[in-house]
T-cell receptor, first 113, second 119 residues
Framework: EDKVVQSPLSLVVHEGDTVTLNCSYE??????LLWYKQEKKAPTFLFML????IEKKSGRLSSILDKKELFSILNITATQTGDSAVYLC?????????????FGQGTELSVKP | GAVVSQHPSRVICKSGTSVKIECRSL??????MFWYRQFPKQSLMLMAT?????????EQGVEKDKFLINHASLTLSTLTVTSAHPEDSSFYIC???????????????FGPGTRLTVL
């Protein structure tokens, strides 16, 4: 059975700290791995990773994929209170000639002032 | 990214009634739309995949006669929760995937979600 597992499930840090969120997966017909940020409403897209070892970066956020070991990490440096959210990892698998996202449980990040 | 809207954003209904949720892709042709359900403190669970002009594909454990999906055009999919019960109370989110020139991958874009409360 396809599955995506995130860790930790929750995390509390102080502003300025650096955090690393983990996502491991077991999925057949892997196509890409995506990271989303969810704050109260629907998820907003952060990164899509398709190749191993190539870091994607956006401001203080960065992510990398290891297709051999089947995991990805999301790093946030110099955290701010606005980074508080649930971070979702999802794996896109080829399904019925289309795609299907399988989500992890999410990591709830709380950044304290 | 693509712009997706949902309507209504919040709905409260009595047990036994039916509720229709609309998902619109505003700026590109969504050949495929996905419907998810999210219970509090839990992740998104795919309910069904909706393809324009054909029947939806439901995930295991999702009753197709209870959650009716219609994807009649490239910009609109609807989810109708029939004979809603309190246990159907949840956050329902749609997403779109299709040819937009942005990406050949399944870079799904999510609507803002609909919070359903069944009394």
């Amino acid at each position: 059975e396809d599955k995506v597992v995130q860790s930790p499930l929750s995390l509390v840090v102080h502003e300025g700290d650096t955090v690393t969120l983990n996502c491991s997966y077991e999925v057949t017909n892997f196509r890409s791995l995506l990271w989303y940020k969810q704050e109260k409403k629907a998820p907003t897209f952060l990164f899509m990773l398709t190749s191993s070892g190539i870091e994607k970066k956006s401001g203080r956020l960065s992510s990398i994929l290891d297709k051999k070991e089947l995991f990805s990490i999301l790093n946030i440096t110099a955290t701010q209170t606005g980074d508080s959210a649930v971070y979702l990892c999802a794996v896109d698998s080829i399904y019925n000639q289309g795609g299907k996202l399988i989500f992890g449980q999410g990591t709830e990040l709380s950044v304290k002032p | 990214g693509a712009v997706v809207s949902q309507h209504p954003s919040r709905v409260i209904c009595k047990s036994g009634t039916s509720v229709k949720i609309e998902c619109r892709s505003l700026d590109f042709q969504a050949t495929t739309m996905f419907w998810y359900r999210q219970f509090p403190k839990q992740s998104l669970m795919l309910m069904a995949t909706s393809n324009e002009g054909s029947k939806a594909t439901y995930e295991q454990g999702v009753e197709k006669d209870k959650f009716l999906i219609n994807h009649a055009s490239l910009t609109l999919s609807t989810l109708t929760v029939t004979s809603a019960h309190p246990e159907d109370s949840s956050f329902y989110i749609c997403s779109t995937s299709g040819t937009s020139g942005m990406s050949s991958y399944n870079e799904q874009f999510f609507g803002p979600g609909t919070r359903l409360t069944v009394l």
